[in-house]
């Protein structure tokens, strides 16, 4: 493959990755709006998840063509990113406030799953079919409680419109949930095509590919939308996507991926478990300073992550 076939694949599969993703939220978001879901919990789940299909469509088309470490490099690495680099980006742009309910809540089973994974990492050498089912049940259960703690909020008409711009019908919302589908799948499909190529050009491992670029790369649905909602000072939506997506990437996408495939856990460097795990503490306390994300701690997320990305290619 030539240097400008890779390029088409990656910078093609990009965009339908971007694009499917869009189209993947914008649906589900107007259709759960619609139900009467509260805004909180469309950002920890629809959104969130929505966002994240990109690397849970790579992270098995990884798999299944015996790139594990691509797999686990993407989730591992979309997890740095997203509170690094796409949180960092969101506060920078916009003090975020913080619920009372991520830090009590959310955030703290965050931590819970993000230590539970690298103790996996440091004790079994692959996550099996067991494992995988083990995480999956976690994440039903999961979305069991959040949906049951919904009901005790309010929803009113003004959130349903604030939340459903495009005042999409049903019938639409359902053509944008499937043309969105179709864009991740063959957007994944192109990009590891891409990526796995460039990894073979230059050397690099495909752990590194998948922690950097393909990280990044299917990153690039939750960057837009967490940008966008600090923008519209949507906080509950920025926050709640990262956060939400983070959850999603650990229990949903590593769970279905070793359902489906046993992943190698052996390529995980003790540096990337320590950057990983110290992205999912540190949230914690920046977000309790009066329950707001100021400025200079987006900047900080920000230059931890460039010092790690710089770690990584150096």
Do not use: C
């Not at 796409?86 to 742009?93: D, E, P, T």
Request: zero cysteines.
């Amino acid at each position: 493959m030539s240097i400008i076939e890779i390029i088409l694949y990656l910078v093609f599969g990009l965009i339908l990755l971007v694009l499917g993703g869009e189209g993947l939220v914008r649906g589900s978001s107007a259709l759960a709006a619609r139900f009467g879901v509260t805004p909180l919990l469309i950002g920890l789940t629809i959104v969130a998840f929505g966002t994240s299909s990109p690397e849970l469509v790579v992270s098995l088309q990884a798999a299944l063509k015996g790139n594990s470490d691509i797999s686990l490099g993407n989730i591992i690495g979309s997890n740095i990113g997203n509170i690094g680099l796409i949180l960092g980006i969101s506060a920078l742009i916009m003090p975020l406030k913080v619920q009372v309910q991520i830090i009590r809540k959310e955030i703290p089973f965050m931590i819970l799953i993000s230590v539970l994974i690298a103790a996996l990492i440091l004790t079994v050498d692959s996550f099996s079919f067991v494992h995988g089912l083990i995480f999956f049940l976690m994440l039903i259960t999961y979305l069991f409680f959040a949906i049951k703690n919904s009901k005790k909020e309010v929803i009113t008409e003004e959130i349903i419109e604030e939340y459903t711009p495009q005042k999409l019908n049903a019938g639409l919302s359902i053509v944008f949930i499937i043309a969105g589908l179709a864009g991740l799948i063959f957007g994944s499909d192109l990009f590891v095509k891409g990526a796995v190529e460039v990894a073979k050009i230059f050397g690099i491992s495909d752990l590194v590919i998948g922690l950097t670029i393909v990280a990044v790369g299917t990153s690039l649905p939750e960057l837009v939308t967490s940008v966008i909602a600090a923008i519209k000072k949507e906080t509950d939506i920025a926050i709640g996507n990262i956060v939400g997506s983070n959850i999603f990437n650990l229990l949903g996408i590593l769970g279905i991926t070793g359902m489906v495939k046993e992943i190698n856990l052996n390529s995980i460097t003790y540096a990337d478990l320590g950057v990983f795990i110290l992205f999912a503490v540190l949230i914690l306390p920046l977000s309790r300073t009066k329950f707001v994300l100021q400025r200079w701690e987006g900047a900080l997320l920000l230059a931890v992550y460039a010092g790690y990305v710089a770690y990584l290619v150096y």
